[in-house]
Each structure stands twice: as structure tokens, then as C-alpha cells.
């Protein structure tokens, strides 16, 4: 299987996961509620391989160790950045006089917003780089000048840096 089909299939796993758990009542069983739950945390463990991989596959090679610490540092990162904000979010709420159900819904809402609003930006950076920055794979090569949004000088300044 090609990384973009099991990319393009972990996004369809969160997207159906995510967009299940809102739709329960309050009282359904943990059972219910844990099957959208698991889907989701399927399609986050599908992608993380294929994703590095795409993302080192920009590298050279001799840069590929400092490359796949800076992707994980930045995963793990977010991670614990999003959970300390959900759960001050949730802790807000629930001080607020909100139930927890309610609560709960709100903020499943609230992500599913943000994640339709970085999608979009995604889409208008990927456009603005021309298209191939946003094709996995995509090589340095097929990305000229134009294309880039900080231009030809300051790449030359980059790998010089790096060099």
C-alpha cells in the first residue's frame, strides 16, 4: 500500500472517528462510545510512519538523524501542548457550571472547527507554494523560486549554513 492511500486512510479513520463521538447520547454505553474512540486512535497510529517518512524524505540523507528528532520533538510537543489545553479548556467549563456531557460536546466541536480551519490553511499554503510543497514526495528540484514563499536568496543562505 503507497503511503499517500494509508495517509489518505488514517485521515478518513479520524475524520469518522471524530465525528462519531458527538453524535451519542449522554447516558450510551462505554462500549458505544469506544468504538469511534478506537477508530480514531487507529488512524493517528497509521499515519505516523508514512508521515516521517514523506518528511525525511526531503532530507538529505546526512541530515536525516537531526530531521526525524526535530519531526518527533514537534509531534510529542503538540501532543502535550493540545492535552494541557483540552483539559484547561474541559477544567474551564466544567468550572463554569457546564455538565460534563455538555462540556464534553462543546469542546469535541470546538476541535472539529480548528481542524477544518487547518485544513484550510493547508490547503492555501500548498497553493501558494505552487502545489509541490503540498504532494508527498515532492523534490527539492520541483519546487523552484517562484514556488517558494522566502525565495531563492535566502535558500542559497540555508544550505550554506548547513553545509
Avoid at 462505554?30 to 478506537?38: G, K, N, Q, S
Avoid at 546526512?62 to 484547561?88: D, I, W
Wanted: charged fraction near 15%; hydrophobic fraction near 50%; include cysteine.
Amino acid at each position: 500500500m503507497s503511503a499517500k492511500v494509508l495517509i489518505l486512510v488514517s485521515l478518513g479513520c479520524l475524520v469518522v472517528g471524530d465525528l462519531g463521538l458527538p453524535l451519542f447520547p449522554a447516558h450510551a454505553a462505554v462500549a458505544v462510545v469506544a468504538l469511534p474512540m478506537i477508530v480514531t486512535g487507529a488512524g493517528t497510529g497509521l499515519s505516523a510512519g508514512p508521515v516521517d517518512g514523506q518528511a525525511l524524505a526531503l532530507v538529505p540523507p546526512e541530515k536525516a538523524g537531526m530531521a526525524a528528532g526535530f519531526v518527533n520533538t514537534l509531534r510529542l510537543g503538540g501532543e502535550a501542548v493540545a492535552g494541557a489545553v483540552y483539559g484547561s479548556l474541559l477544567t474551564t467549563l466544567l468550572g463554569g457550571g457546564h455538565t460534563y456531557n455538555s462540556a464534553f460536546h462543546g469542546l469535541l466541536w470546538g476541535l472539529a472547527a480548528v481542524s477544518l480551519g487547518l485544513g484550510a490553511v493547508r490547503v492555501a499554503v500548498a497553493r501558494a507554494c505552487g502545489g509541490a510543497a503540498g504532494r508527498p514526495g515532492a523534490s527539492r528540484a520541483a519546487m523552484s523560486s517562484r514556488a517558494r514563499p522566502f525565495g531563492r536568496k535566502r535558500d542559497e543562505a540555508r544550505r550554506r549554513r548547513w553545509s
